[in-house]
């Protein structure tokens, strides 16, 4: 069964920084496209970045500068370094394949910005 599981979210502050990671089980995770999404109180969930295959990166312009996406193949982990965090940032984060989610949703991983 194909899972996807999300942590290193937390509490920090304004220009503070976190790693976020994704385990995903199953087969498919090294040929696909992979994604973090993230959903805010009262939005919907929007697409922060994306990481191909073979490591090309595309990133929202709201976070570009500032978010570096990663993955590693052989251990079936997706990661994103998040710099400058503000306030707008805050949201639960997930992961999942793009454009076509193929996992069940995780739970995510809460991240709040706050003073």
């Known amino acids: 069964q194909e899972q996807l599981v999300e942590s290193g979210g937390g509490l920090v502050q304004p220009g503070g920084s976190l790693r976020l990671s994704c385990v995903a089980s199953g087969s498919i995770f090294s040929y696909n496209t992979m994604g973090w999404y993230r959903q805010a109180p009262g939005k919907q969930r929007e697409l922060v970045a994306t990481?191909?295959?073979?490591?090309?990166?595309n990133y929202a312009n709201s976070v570009k500068g500032r978010f570096i996406i990663s993955r590693d193949n052989a251990k079936n982990t997706l990661y994103m370094r998040m710099n400058s965090l503000s306030p707008e940032d805050t949201a639960i984060y997930y992961c999942n394949t793009h454009p076509v989610p193929r996992y069940y949703w995780g739970q995510g991983t809460q991240v709040t910005v706050s003073s």
């Open positions: 990481i191909s295959s073979n490591n090309n990166t």
